[in-house]
């Protein structure tokens, strides 16, 4: 019945690592996103991809790399990961509204991601 | 970069008033504003959409939108303890799929 799922749910790890998240929708959009929530809450997109295809990049470092294998599913690697990574990561998807315009998103229940 | 600007709170009011939050943003050219619910430890919940100038009501929840003064602004009519959360505004970028957020409204409704 998950409309977004995402896993894992947390992930601790030392610093250097590399480490990947998974997220797959069974909403049938066409659009996925990955965004980062810092702890001041402040929730920034970091990748958006539509029916596959990278459509935002947002001055990520290219330690991180999405990839879709499919329309239902966006995963984030991200290679020797740094203190400042640390945050949670949510994943979304979202559909066009309708006559009014604009996209509804969904958000997935996020990763909390700690690195020591 | 687009800015959305919110009063990072936290708002108090008491059970059954209206709560009021507001956003500000930077760019004249977005035409599509949302309201998300996040409650501590959770994921965003949208609340409500708004496109045109005026205002739109939903049970409780009455959006706001001035596009010449760049607002947009939530009333949560009767609120109840659990409105308590926090409150994000989000901008989408026209016909780009990409959404800025604001850092959020904290919400505390005392009982």
């Known amino acids: 019945d998950t409309a977004v799922s995402q896993t894992p749910k947390y992930l601790v790890t030392q610093m250097g690592n590399d480490k990947s998240i998974k997220c797959e929708q069974n909403?049938?959009?066409?659009?996925m996103y990955w965004y980062k929530q810092d702890s001041k809450k402040f929730l920034k997109i970091m990748f958006s991809?539509?029916?596959?295809?990278?459509?935002i990049n947002e001055t990520v470092p290219n330690r991180f790399s999405p990839k879709s294998p499919d329309k239902a599913h966006l995963n984030l690697h991200i290679n020797s990961l740094e203190l400042g990574d640390s945050a949670v990561y949510f994943c979304?998807?979202?559909?066009?509204?309708?006559?009014?315009?604009?996209?509804?998103?969904?958000f997935g229940p996020g990763t909390r991601l700690t690195v020591l | 970069q687009k800015e959305v600007e919110q009063n990072s709170g936290p708002l108090s009011v008491p059970e059954g008033a209206i709560a009021s939050l507001n956003c500000t943003y930077s760019?004249?050219?977005?035409?599509?504003f949302f309201w998300y619910r996040q409650y501590s430890g959770k994921s965003p919940e949208l609340i409500m959409s708004?496109?045109?100038?005026g205002d739109k009501e939903d049970g409780r929840f009455t959006a706001q939108l001035n596009k010449a003064s760049q607002y947009v602004s939530l009333l949560i009519r009767d609120s109840q303890p659990s409105d308590s959360a926090t409150y994000l505004c989000a901008v989408e970028e026209d016909n780009f799929n990409k959404f800025y957020f604001g850092s959020g409204t904290k919400l505390n409704v005392k009982p």
């Open positions: 708004i496109y045109s100038n």
């Open positions: 909403l049938g959009h066409d659009t």
């Open positions: 979304a998807s979202s559909v066009p509204t309708g006559t009014e315009g604009g996209d509804t998103q969904y």
């Open positions: 991809y539509n029916n596959k295809e990278l459509i």
């Open positions: 760019d004249r050219v977005s035409q599509s």
